[in-house]
């Protein structure tokens, strides 16, 4: 099957700091790319979409000016989260497709444990 | 909007008895259904995709069903192994993304 990869798969940083999550499509090129959160013992939240190109779509509830994301090329999405606070602490994963439409299986990464301190 | 619900929401067997996880979606207008295995700290494996023109996917001792007028799915793993303890999430596709519903935590005794 098709690779996603993410880097790095974990973080600690302070409290006000800004931390880039990096994830890859390395064997295919994603036209869409998603990114999710999960805390512990919790299903996976969809933060936002994003298609190559264009600007990221956000579910309702996600700050956009926090989790900037950005999808410069059709193997790579970044997410960057802001100010980090402890509360910014979780799970994140990034999953990719070839392209928006159903005929499509979405490929996850290892995901990245992100720790706020 | 679609809502994903998981039963039960953990299991523990003995080595070899087979296992049935149930999901059910609210809205039946999807184009497909994944079924995915989550080890602790780990990302998602990929076990199987129904496209919705499809009732059922089989791979090795997984099989995996799909109804989409009554809004369930089923995945039947047979002969259950310790390293199948893990937890299993199925996922809804419709308005061009996927819902999740909160897994089935199972545990296999050995």
């Known amino acids: 099957g098709a690779v996603v990869s993410q880097h790095p798969s974990w973080v600690i940083c302070k409290s006000g700091t800004s931390v880039k999550i990096e994830c890859r499509s390395l064997d295919f090129q994603a036209t869409t790319m998603f990114w999710y959160r999960q805390f512990p013992k919790q299903s996976l939240m969809l933060m936002a979409t994003?298609?190559?190109?264009?600007?990221?779509?956000?579910e309702q509830g996600v700050e956009k000016d926090k989790f900037l994301i950005n999808h410069a090329s059709l193997t790579l999405s970044t997410l960057t989260v802001t100010s980090a606070h402890p509360e910014d602490s979780s799970f994140y994963i990034c999953s990719a497709r070839v392209s928006a439409t159903a005929e499509y299986e979405q490929y996850f990464g290892p995901g990245t444990r992100l720790t706020v301190t | 909007k679609q809502e994903v619900t998981q039963i039960p929401a953990a299991l523990s067997v003995p080595e070899g008895e087979n296992l049935v996880l149930n999901c059910s979606f609210t809205?039946?207008?999807?184009?497909?259904l994944q079924w995915f295995r989550q080890d602790p700290g780990k990302g998602l494996t990929s076990l199987l995709l129904i496209q919705s023109s499809q009732r059922e996917q089989t791979s090795g001792r997984l099989n995996a069903s799909l109804d989409k007028s009554s809004g369930r799915s089923t995945l039947y793993i047979a002969a259950s192994q310790p390293g199948d303890s893990a937890t299993y999430l199925c996922?809804?596709?419709?308005?061009?993304?996927?819902?999740f519903g909160a897994g089935t935590t199972v545990t296999v005794r050995a």
């Open positions: 996922a809804a596709f419709n308005d061009y993304k996927l819902s």
């Open positions: 809205d039946s207008a999807i184009y497909n």
């Open positions: 994003s298609n190559e190109g264009s600007k990221a779509t956000y």
